[in-house]
């Protein structure tokens, strides 16, 4: 079993900071990409930032220069450091890692964590 557990959310007032953690557990073999989806009440989820296993990073247009996601390997850990942030930052974050838990391939899968609330006031 394999678990992915957030923790950071909560209320800040607008241009505040926020620094989200993910940290998987259970049996992990190795972890490829990483990322931090949301998805406000209405909206379908969309993807914020991901990052590779070799550290490259992408970001959506509306976060980037505001956002900066990273990881730890040696602790089965992704972060995302939200600065300046916005009402319409204001979601639920769930991170995803697509790893694998035994030596074969086909155990390759999508895990998520249960989310964390954002809300940013203005």
């Known amino acids: 079993q394999v678990q992915l557990v957030e923790s950071g959310g909560g209320l800040v007032q607008t241009g505040g900071s926020l620094r989200l953690s993910c940290v998987a557990s259970?049996?992990?073999?190795?972890?490829?990409?990483m990322g931090w989806y949301r998805q406000a009440p209405g909206k379908q989820r969309e993807l914020v930032a991901s990052?590779?296993?070799?550290?490259?990073?992408t970001y959506a247009d509306s976060v980037k220069d505001r956002f900066t996601i990273s990881r730890d390997n040696a602790k089965n850990t992704v972060y995302l450091q939200m600065n300046s942030l916005k009402p319409e930052d204001t979601a639920v974050y769930y991170c995803q890692m697509f790893l694998r838990t035994t030596y074969d391939v086909r155990t390759w899968s999508n895990y998520w964590g249960q989310g964390t609330q954002v809300t940013v006031s203005s």
């Open positions: 259970g049996m992990i073999f190795s972890i490829d990409a």
């Open positions: 990052i590779t296993s070799g550290g490259s990073t």
